[in-house]
T-cell receptor
């Protein structure tokens, strides 16, 4: 079974631009969560989608948004990029929505904002 | 709200020596507990998790962790480490509803020969 895939793997943008990251979950998984990983703040939860609905949201500004499609694929968008948005963005999928579910992580998209 | 504290940012250890990576958590509700491992330039992989039942949980590669409710701890141990165990280890908690993981800051395990 193929794992979680994320595209692109690397991205360089300049301040003020916007970016869209994509995540394809494991087949049969309906929940997709996004995390931001930085050296200073560590791993922080961005949001979770289940059945095309945002179910949970972390403490990030409205510039960070996401969506989920009917095939469970998910995208996240960051508008008006800031230098501090440079990070590794990780997507994770799980079969269901309970806290006991194992989340399977993709390799991440490394975003550099110049 | 939950929080997770990993008490050591780095743990150097010689190959074949035992190791313990410490994790304490704080939560006003019951939570599930997880340990994830991240190898360089990769995503996170689940090492083991505690949901209920026996407080000692084991992974397939020799790690084990013990849930201690009174001390709100979930320390990770391995009796004999290998070079290949060099990685960053993250302790995490999750409420029983929803898929939000709250992570600790991570502990870098460096195994030396």
């Amino acid at each position: 079974k193929a794992g979680v895939t994320q595209t692109p793997r690397y991205l360089i943008k300049t301040r003020g631009q916007q970016v869209t990251l994509s995540c394809s979950p494991i087949s049969g998984h309906r929940s997709v969560s996004w995390y931001q990983q930085t050296p200073g703040q560590g791993l922080q939860f961005l949001f979770e989608y289940f059945s095309e609905t945002q179910r949970n949201k972390g403490n990030f500004p409205g510039r960070f948004s996401g969506r989920q499609f009917s095939n469970s694929r998910s995208e996240m968008n960051v508008s008006t990029l800031e230098l501090g948005d440079s990070a590794l963005y990780l997507c994770a999928s799980s079969r269901g929505q309970g806290g006991q579910e194992t989340q399977y992580f993709g390799p991440g998209t490394r975003l550099l904002v110049l | 709200a939950q929080s997770v504290t990993q008490l050591d940012s780095q743990v150097p250890v010689f190959e074949e020596a035992p190791v313990e990576l410490r994790c304490n958590y704080s939560s006003s509700v019951s939570v599930y507990l997880f340990w994830y491992v991240q190898y360089p330039n990769q995503g996170l992989q689940l090492l083991l998790k505690y949901l209920s039942g026996s407080t000692l949980v084991e992974s397939i590669n020799g790690f084990e962790a013990e849930f201690n409710k009174s001390q709100t701890s979930f320390h990770l141990r391995k009796p004999s480490v290998h070079i290949s165990d060099t990685a960053e280890y993250f302790c995490a908690v999750s409420e029983k509803v929803g898929n939000k993981l709250v992570f600790g800051a991570g502990t870098i395990l460096r195994v030396k020969s």
